[in-house]
């Protein structure tokens, strides 16, 4: 009989969820095909078989977070199976090592219904303090549904304004956007410099470009300042930093991170090397990275690591805000919308479109200086852009 284990999708990896099984107890399994689907902290990854055999028991049901090495299912390589010895048959109902809840009684288990098992789950009831309806006290999904209602009417007693709301349980992905965000503000002292740069140079380059690539998409203004900040990185050296515990790692590459939102929280899928990528090869690039960051599908290695963030909130009419440092890096852009503002050039009042970048820093890393040379050479490049299309 052989364990399959849950395993360590990418670095950091601690935990893991099964949204899907591919495959139930008594069926054949053959090495290499689906076997199951792993929710990790930034991605849904499909698991595959580890061996060809019949797998004679799930071990962890759908929706439940178990840490990396816990045993999923349970195979067997061996001619025949111990399936079939088991009494197993393809189609039968999973089989779960994780009890319902022992008989307080008899201490001896107590069965309980699938349906009654996600019904807890979503109320988050304790099986343990229930009592089962069904033959031979097996807990039925009424009798979970019943304690929560049973439940309700004691709060709803207890409180003299009773206010509606749900409980949303935490995914794995916001529990570690939570947990690393925390980790961030605590233990990261962080600065900020600010600057407002002109984009009507940059429109115009756009323009331009995308007129004269009829055939793609488009290259987003986002895309441009992605590259602005890569190559504002490659000319400020001191910037491509990360802090480690006993030394300052500086970088041979540039790597630029985008934060996207998602149903599932904010990812910051990564362009490698944005710094000797043209235009249109990152801005293919960067399309690839957010479509698949919304459906969850990146591999481990593409949201890993990093040299900086940009985050731009400016299409949803954001002015300006400051970012939070997203470790192990040591900075992050966080750009507003791009609004026509009244602004003095050669001694005259005119109105130009202008939008505030706001740099967040790990002192311990970069000092103030380098972080005003970085933004200043970021603010020279959208200023100036057709170096951004080389």
């Known amino acids: 009989m052989r364990e399959v284990c849950l395993p360590q ?32 902290a930034k991605s849904t990854v499909e698991m595959q078989a580890p061996c060809s055999g019949i797998l004679t028991a799930v071990i962890i049901p759908v929706d439940q977070s178990v840490p990396v090495n816990t045993c999923l299912a349970l195979v067997d390589e061996g001619p025949g199976g111990v399936g079939s010895k088991m009494g197993v048959q393809p189609g039968d109902e999973p089989v779960h090592s994780i009890p319902a809840a022992p008989n307080p009684a008899a201490g001896a288990p107590v069965q309980v219904e699938p349906r009654a098992r996600e019904a807890a789950r979503i109320h988050q009831v304790e099986l343990t303090k229930l009592k089962g309806s069904g033959p031979g006290g097996r807990i039925l999904e009424e009798d979970v549904l019943a304690w929560v209602a049973k439940s309700s009417q004691k709060s709803a007693a207890a409180e003299s304004v009773p206010r509606p709301g749900v409980d949303v349980p935490h995914t794995v992905i916001r529990r570690t956007i939570a947990q690393r965000l925390t980790e961030a503000k605590q233990l990261i002292p962080h ?35 992605l590259r602005a900040a890569a190559l504002a990185l490659r000319e400020v050296p001191d910037a491509n930093v990360s802090w480690g515990a006993k030394s300052l790692r500086r970088h041979d590459v540039v790597d630029v991170a985008l934060a996207v939102h998602t149903p599932h929280g904010v990812v910051t899928p990564i362009v490698r090397d944005a710094d000797r990528k043209d235009i249109g090869t990152l801005s293919a690039e960067t399309r690839s990275l957010i479509s698949r960051a919304r459906s969850a599908q990146l591999n481990p290695e593409e949201y890993l690591g990093g040299s900086i963030t940009i985050s731009n909130l400016g299409m949803f009419g954001v002015e300006e805000f400051s970012a939070i440092i997203n470790p192990p ?62």
């Not at 002192?363 to 020279?380: C, E, N, T, Y």
């Open 9 to 40: 999708f990418g670095m950091g990896m601690t935990e893991g969820v099964v949204t899907r099984w591919h495959k139930s107890a008594g069926d054949p399994i053959k090495e290499g095909e689906p076997l199951c689907d792993i929710e990790t």
């Open 191 to 225: 600065y900020y410099v600010r600057s407002s740069c002109a984009l009507d140079a940059l429109l115009s380059v756009r323009r331009d470009f995308n007129a004269a690539n009829p055939e793609s998409p488009g290259a987003s203004i986002n895309d441009f300042v």
């Open 329 to 390: 890096q040591a900075a992050i852009f966080a750009l507003g919308a791009a609004q026509p503002r009244p602004t003095v050039l050669d001694g005259q009042v005119v109105i130009a479109t202008l939008m505030t970048c706001t740099l967040s820093v790990d002192h311990r890393a970069i000092d103030g200086g380098v972080a005003a040379r970085l933004l200043s050479a970021f603010k020279s490049i959208v200023e100036m852009p057709r170096q951004v299309l080389t």
